[in-house]
Nanobody
């Protein structure tokens, strides 16, 4: 059974940074592409960042240049680091992978507010 467990969300001040983690189980982690998505109230879920098995990355337009996704295959974990946060980054952040079936984590809330 595939499980994705996010952690690291919370309240962040404008201009601050965050680091989210997603630990996976039930998959051969090293061969999977994994991604972070987010969904703000009243908006569609959008891609934040994606990392392939060989470490290639791509990012959503709204976070490009201030976001880094990394993976640690020894820990079956991916990470998301974002800088210069604004209220537009307030959302529930989800970890995602797919093996013909989509698998989502439960999400972690990030709120950017002073």
């Amino acid at each position: 059974q595939v499980q994705l467990v996010e952690s690291g969300g919370g309240l962040v001040q404008p201009g601050g940074s965050l680091r989210l983690s997603c630990e996976a189980s039930g998959i051969t982690f090293s061969i999977y592409t994994l991604a972070w998505y987010r969904q703000a109230p009243g908006k569609r879920r959008e891609l934040v960042a994606r990392i392939s098995a060989d470490g290639r990355t791509d990012y959503g337009d709204s976070v490009w240049g201030r976001t880094t996704i990394t993976r640690d295959n020894a820990k079956d974990t991916i990470y998301l680091e974002m800088n210069n946060l604004s209220s537009d980054d307030t959302a529930v952040y989800y970890c995602y992978t797919s093996d013909r079936i989509s698998h989502w984590g439960q999400g972690t809330q990030v709120t950017v507010s002073s």
